[in-house]
Protein backbone atom coordinates (compact mmCIF):
# COMPACT_ATOMS: atom_id res chain seq x y z
CA UNK A 1 0.00 0.00 0.00
CA UNK A 2 2.82 2.44 0.64
CA UNK A 3 4.54 1.69 -2.63
CA UNK A 4 1.08 2.42 -4.18
CA UNK A 5 1.00 5.46 -2.20
CA UNK A 6 4.31 6.55 -2.95
CA UNK A 7 3.60 5.73 -6.83
CA UNK A 8 0.38 8.08 -7.29
CA UNK A 9 2.13 10.56 -5.58
CA UNK A 10 5.10 10.58 -7.62
CA UNK A 11 3.02 10.34 -10.54
CA UNK A 12 0.79 13.59 -9.36
CA UNK A 13 4.11 15.68 -9.29
CA UNK A 14 4.22 14.85 -12.48
CA UNK A 15 1.36 15.54 -13.62
CA UNK A 16 1.47 19.40 -12.11
CA UNK A 17 4.81 19.70 -14.17
CA UNK A 18 6.55 22.86 -14.12
CA UNK A 19 5.76 26.26 -16.22
CA UNK A 20 7.41 25.75 -19.65
CA UNK A 21 9.42 28.99 -19.61
CA UNK A 22 11.59 30.29 -16.30
CA UNK A 23 9.76 32.51 -13.77
CA UNK A 24 11.95 35.36 -14.99
CA UNK A 25 10.49 35.43 -18.57
CA UNK A 26 7.26 37.78 -19.17
CA UNK A 27 5.47 36.72 -21.43
CA UNK A 28 3.87 39.58 -23.68
CA UNK A 29 1.18 41.73 -22.16
CA UNK A 30 1.33 39.40 -18.75
CA UNK A 31 3.41 40.10 -15.58
CA UNK A 32 5.21 37.40 -14.12
CA UNK A 33 3.08 37.46 -10.97
CA UNK A 34 -0.62 36.93 -12.60
CA UNK A 35 0.68 33.92 -14.88
CA UNK A 36 2.16 32.11 -12.10
CA UNK A 37 -0.91 32.89 -9.33
CA UNK A 38 1.26 34.49 -6.49
CA UNK A 39 0.92 37.85 -6.31
CA UNK A 40 -1.34 39.45 -4.09
CA UNK A 41 -2.01 37.74 -0.42
CA UNK A 42 -2.75 34.05 -0.41
CA UNK A 43 -1.39 33.87 -4.02
CA UNK A 44 -5.30 35.28 -5.15
CA UNK A 45 -4.36 38.08 -7.59
CA UNK A 46 -4.69 37.81 -11.47
CA UNK A 47 -6.72 34.38 -11.48
CA UNK A 48 -10.67 34.89 -12.92
CA UNK A 49 -13.51 34.62 -10.04
CA UNK A 50 -11.09 34.89 -6.82
CA UNK A 51 -11.07 37.23 -4.12
CA UNK A 52 -13.50 39.08 -2.53
CA UNK A 53 -15.67 36.61 -1.34
CA UNK A 54 -18.26 37.53 1.74
CA UNK A 55 -19.92 35.08 4.12
CA UNK A 56 -22.86 35.74 1.68
CA UNK A 57 -21.06 33.23 -0.80
CA UNK A 58 -20.84 30.86 1.26
CA UNK A 59 -24.85 30.67 0.76
CA UNK A 60 -24.74 31.18 -2.98
CA UNK A 61 -24.96 28.57 -5.17
CA UNK A 62 -22.99 30.73 -7.76
CA UNK A 63 -19.94 30.92 -5.79
CA UNK A 64 -17.26 28.45 -5.23
CA UNK A 65 -17.41 28.81 -1.98
CA UNK A 66 -20.92 26.97 -2.10
CA UNK A 67 -19.14 23.31 -2.56
CA UNK A 68 -18.08 22.67 0.75
CA UNK A 69 -17.33 18.98 -0.40
CA UNK A 70 -14.26 17.43 -1.36
CA UNK A 71 -13.90 14.34 -2.48
CA UNK A 72 -10.91 11.67 -2.54
CA UNK A 73 -10.16 8.32 -4.38
CA UNK A 74 -10.14 4.66 -2.77
CA UNK A 75 -7.82 4.46 -0.41
CA UNK A 76 -5.41 8.21 -0.86
CA UNK A 77 -5.73 11.85 0.62
CA UNK A 78 -4.23 13.55 -2.81
CA UNK A 79 -6.31 16.28 -3.36
CA UNK A 80 -7.89 16.03 -6.54
CA UNK A 81 -7.07 18.80 -9.84
CA UNK A 82 -10.30 19.44 -10.09
CA UNK A 83 -11.41 20.89 -6.49
CA UNK A 84 -7.93 23.07 -6.23
CA UNK A 85 -10.10 25.82 -7.42
CA UNK A 86 -12.47 25.34 -4.60
CA UNK A 87 -9.96 25.06 -1.77
CA UNK A 88 -8.02 28.07 -3.46
CA UNK A 89 -11.55 30.41 -3.40
CA UNK A 90 -11.87 28.88 0.35
CA UNK A 91 -8.64 30.13 1.02
CA UNK A 92 -9.03 33.13 -0.24
CA UNK A 93 -12.43 33.89 1.32
CA UNK A 94 -10.83 33.15 4.67
CA UNK A 95 -7.40 34.57 3.90
CA UNK A 96 -9.86 37.99 3.54
CA UNK A 97 -12.37 37.07 6.65
CA UNK A 98 -9.82 36.50 9.48
CA UNK A 99 -12.81 36.64 11.81
CA UNK A 100 -13.75 32.93 10.33
CA UNK A 101 -13.12 29.45 10.94
CA UNK A 102 -13.60 26.51 9.24
CA UNK A 103 -13.41 22.66 10.37
CA UNK A 104 -12.12 20.19 7.90
CA UNK A 105 -14.51 16.83 8.62
CA UNK A 106 -12.49 13.75 7.33
CA UNK A 107 -14.47 10.75 6.09
CA UNK A 108 -13.85 7.89 4.26
CA UNK A 109 -15.96 5.02 3.23
CA UNK A 110 -16.63 1.80 5.27
CA UNK A 111 -13.87 -0.49 4.18
CA UNK A 112 -10.98 -0.89 6.73
CA UNK A 113 -10.87 -0.85 10.50
CA UNK A 114 -12.14 1.88 12.18
CA UNK A 115 -8.91 2.90 13.42
CA UNK A 116 -7.45 2.68 9.77
CA UNK A 117 -10.65 4.42 8.56
CA UNK A 118 -10.45 7.02 11.42
CA UNK A 119 -6.71 7.99 10.49
CA UNK A 120 -7.38 8.13 6.63
CA UNK A 121 -10.06 11.15 7.78
CA UNK A 122 -7.43 12.46 9.66
CA UNK A 123 -4.84 12.33 6.86
CA UNK A 124 -7.23 13.97 4.20
CA UNK A 125 -8.19 16.59 6.51
CA UNK A 126 -4.76 17.47 6.96
CA UNK A 127 -3.71 17.52 3.80
CA UNK A 128 -7.04 19.74 3.15
CA UNK A 129 -5.44 22.01 5.66
CA UNK A 130 -1.98 22.13 4.79
CA UNK A 131 -3.55 23.41 1.54
CA UNK A 132 -5.19 26.27 3.16
CA UNK A 133 -2.41 27.14 5.27
CA UNK A 134 0.12 26.97 1.87
CA UNK A 135 -2.51 29.90 0.33
CA UNK A 136 -2.28 32.27 2.72
CA UNK A 137 -4.63 31.10 5.72
CA UNK A 138 -4.01 31.51 9.43
CA UNK A 139 -3.64 28.27 11.26
CA UNK A 140 -6.33 29.15 13.87
CA UNK A 141 -8.34 29.60 11.73
CA UNK A 142 -8.85 26.00 10.78
CA UNK A 143 -10.23 23.27 12.67
CA UNK A 144 -9.40 19.56 11.51
CA UNK A 145 -11.84 15.96 12.51
CA UNK A 146 -11.76 12.50 11.29
CA UNK A 147 -15.02 10.41 11.66
CA UNK A 148 -13.63 7.63 9.30
CA UNK A 149 -16.48 5.69 8.08
CA UNK A 150 -18.99 7.06 10.72
CA UNK A 151 -21.20 9.35 8.97
CA UNK A 152 -21.61 8.14 5.74
CA UNK A 153 -23.13 10.21 3.14
CA UNK A 154 -24.87 7.58 1.65
CA UNK A 155 -24.98 4.23 3.37
CA UNK A 156 -25.94 1.89 0.75
CA UNK A 157 -22.77 -0.66 -0.06
CA UNK A 158 -22.04 0.45 -3.45
CA UNK A 159 -19.15 1.77 -5.10
CA UNK A 160 -21.29 5.10 -6.78
CA UNK A 161 -22.04 5.53 -2.48
CA UNK A 162 -18.88 4.75 -1.17
CA UNK A 163 -17.27 7.36 -3.62
CA UNK A 164 -19.81 9.71 -1.66
CA UNK A 165 -18.23 9.25 1.25
CA UNK A 166 -14.40 9.57 0.84
CA UNK A 167 -14.60 13.20 1.49
CA UNK A 168 -13.25 16.32 3.76
CA UNK A 169 -16.61 18.41 4.25
CA UNK A 170 -15.38 22.21 5.18
CA UNK A 171 -18.02 23.57 7.40
CA UNK A 172 -17.77 27.17 8.24
Known amino acids: MLRRFLAVSAAAVLLAGCPTKPVDEKEPGTDVEDRTGTAGAAGTAGLPGRGGYTAADLNDPSSPLYQRVIYF ?12 DVLRAHASYLSSNTGAGVTLEGHTDERG ?11 RADTV ?33 WALNRRVHLVY
Open 73 to 84: EYDQSDIQPQFV
Open 113 to 123: TREYNLALGDQ
Open 129 to 161: RRFLLAEGVADGQINTLSYGQEKPANPAHTEAA
